[in-house]
């Protein structure tokens, strides 16, 4: 989940460069640079030529770029990839962990997943190794509770390390609103990289399944509503497993700030939780709300809305 920013910026594309407005439309940050990631603990990623790095929002480049790929701050930390390994910098550009592992993730609740050998275990902020490399694969911790692999089974783990529910699953997502997604019966598909068939369900952080897996796909809890998927289309189910708003949609994406982008064909628009279409479907592409203002995009153009519907950034490219 995205923090609350009391000045938040957005990035935009004009003649193909990349600057930042405000929530008002206004130009904070002219568009001269390669690519732009989003602002996070007030630094974004910049990419200039094909190395990365990070700029302020003065507009300044305060950590050069030398890297071959950032991620966003978080906890007062970024993973960054240098000749071939991950490490970690701070807001000063400083190493807290040089880059010495096979793969890193974003810190999340003071910690971060690391792997090395085809292990994964956690750092914490003083770049300290609290949980040893002995998963197969792990994720964020997200409400206290991170998922790990073990063999080809998921499960998940406490902050000591300790497994508090057991390895199980053939797939797992985090924990959002309390309950994390799971599933049963599907198989690693090798080409994908994904897991393809068996049902999604929903446990408890006790394990205990909440919502049976009853779904084709399924997302996180977001705003006490979850998207899932069955017999090809898309709808919402609550905290119950009953659905709030049934599937009949082509595809859909999280509620955020009350509403949240939907499509039919090829076309997205924005419904509210009273299933009521708000913004009609008049988009190529549609992400949630953050911040009062949505990313959509025509013509393999992106602009930004406000929740009436107006442009707050025509697309532009």
């Given at each position: 989940?995205?923090?609350?920013?009391?000045?938040?910026?957005?990035h935009?594309r004009?003649?193909?460069?990349?600057?930042?407005?405000?929530?008002?439309?206004?130009?904070?940050?002219?568009?001269?640079f390669?690519?732009?990631?989003?602002?996070s603990?007030?630094?974004?990623?910049?990419?200039?030529?094909?190395?990365?790095?990070?700029?302020?929002?003065?507009?300044k480049?305060?950590?050069?770029p030398?890297f071959?790929?950032?991620?966003?701050?978080?906890?007062?930390?970024?993973?960054?990839?240098?000749?071939?390994?991950?490490?970690?910098?701070?807001?000063?550009?400083?190493?807290?962990?040089?880059?010495v592992?096979?793969?890193a993730?974003?810190?999340?609740?003071?910690?971060?997943?690391?792997?090395?050998?085809?292990?994964?275990?956690?750092?914490d902020?003083?770049?300290?190794?609290?949980?040893?490399?002995?998963?197969?694969?792990?994720?964020?911790?997200?409400?206290?509770?991170?998922?790990?692999?073990v063999?080809?089974?998921?499960?998940y783990i406490?902050?000591?390390?300790?497994?508090?529910?057991?390895?199980?699953?053939?797939?797992?997502?985090?924990?959002?609103?309390?309950?994390?997604?799971?599933?049963?019966g599907?198989?690693?598909?090798?080409?994908?990289?994904?897991?393809?068939?068996g049902?999604?369900?929903?446990i408890?952080?006790?394990?205990?399944?909440?919502?049976?897996?009853?779904?084709?796909?399924?997302g996180?809890?977001?705003?006490?509503l979850a998207?899932?998927?069955?017999a090809?289309k898309?709808?919402?189910?609550?905290?119950q497993?009953?659905?709030a708003i049934r599937?009949q949609?082509?595809?859909?994406?999280?509620?955020?700030?009350?509403?949240?982008?939907?499509?039919?064909?090829?076309?997205?628009?924005?419904?509210?939780?009273?299933?009521?279409?708000?913004?009609?479907?008049?988009?190529?592409?549609?992400?949630?709300?953050?911040?009062?203002?949505?990313?959509?995009?025509?013509?393999?153009?992106?602009?930004?809305?406000?929740?009436?519907?107006?442009?707050i950034?025509?697309?532009?490219?």
């Open positions: 989940m995205k923090a609350k920013d009391s000045k938040p910026f957005f935009i004009k003649n193909s460069r990349y600057g930042f407005i405000d929530k008002t439309g206004k130009m904070v940050i002219k568009p001269e390669d690519y732009v990631g989003p602002f603990e007030g630094l974004a990623v910049v990419w200039i030529g094909d190395k990365e790095g990070y700029l302020d929002k003065k507009g480049v305060v950590i050069e030398i071959d790929e950032a991620g966003n701050f978080s906890d007062g930390f970024a993973a960054v990839w240098y000749l071939g390994k991950w490490g970690y910098v701070d807001r000063k550009g400083k190493y807290l962990l040089a880059p592992f096979d793969y993730v974003d810190f999340s609740e003071g910690l971060a997943a690391v792997e090395s050998d085809g292990k994964s275990g956690y750092v902020k003083k770049g300290k190794l609290v949980i040893p490399q002995k998963f197969d694969e792990a994720g964020d911790f997200s409400e206290g509770l991170a998922k790990v692999m063999g080809k089974k998921w499960g406490d902050k000591k390390g300790k497994i508090v529910i057991q390895e199980k699953f053939d797939d797992a997502g985090d924990f959002s609103e309390e309950l994390a997604r799971v599933n049963i599907g198989e690693l598909h090798k080409g994908k990289g994904i897991v393809i068939g049902k999604w369900g929903y408890n952080k006790n394990g205990d399944s909440i919502v049976s897996p009853n779904f084709d796909e399924a996180e809890f977001s705003e006490g998207i899932v998927k069955s090809s898309w709808g919402y189910i609550d905290k497993g009953k659905m599937a949609f082509s595809n859909a994406k999280n509620f955020s700030e009350g509403l949240a982008p939907v499509s039919k064909g090829n076309r997205w628009g924005y419904i509210d939780q009273s299933e009521k279409v708000v913004i009609n479907f008049e988009f190529e592409k549609a992400e949630p709300f953050f911040e009062d203002l949505a990313e959509v995009w025509i013509e393999n153009k992106y602009g930004y809305i406000d929740k009436t519907g107006k442009y950034w025509k697309p532009t490219e």
